[in-house]
């Protein structure tokens, strides 16, 4: 273990921690529709750190082109730059199956340089254009944290 000098503060939802601050946040928010919901529907919050040398757009062909290589009967349905606040995003629709069917996701890539934020919906068989729409709102609801606050959100 470091120093405490060493030490960064890690604020979650319920709180905050001082851990090493060489520690790198690789935690994943993983958020489901209500309990009386059937749709099945998910929603996961990443975090993922650029590559040093590579834009924001490289990183976000790269992943997406991982993706396609990486699930099963992998089906691109639309990409697309989308203006946000809190920074350049890119949207990117596919479709896949998993062994307990068809997977529908729809994923926004936010830059916050060095760092990319990930959101992912996704939606059991195939999403309809109200859910299209629904999780395209939800995504644009995203606010950064006070900058002196967000900095140390996750530890670099």
Do not use: C
């Amino acid at each position: 273990m470091t120093e405490p000098t060493e030490l960064s503060l890690f604020h979650f939802n319920e709180g905050a921690i001082a851990l090493p601050a060489a520690w790198k946040d690789l935690s994943v928010l993983v958020l489901s529709a209500a309990d009386n919901d059937k749709s099945g529907i998910s929603f996961t919050i990443s975090r993922d750190v650029i590559p040093w040398g590579m834009s924001f757009s490289q990183f976000a062909v790269s992943e997406i082109a991982s993706l396609s290589r990486q699930l099963k009967d992998y089906q691109h349905i639309n990409q697309e730059e989308q203006p946000h606040p809190a920074g350049k995003t890119i949207v990117s629709e596919f479709s896949w199956s998993s062994p307990q069917g068809a997977i529908h996701q729809l994923m926004m890539l936010l830059e916050l340089s060095p760092k990319v934020l990930v959101f992912t919906a996704t939606i059991p068989g195939t999403m309809s254009d109200e859910q299209r729409q629904q999780i395209r709102v939800l995504m644009s609801t995203f606010q950064l944290r006070d900058p002196a606050v967000s900095g140390k959100a996750a530890t670099e």
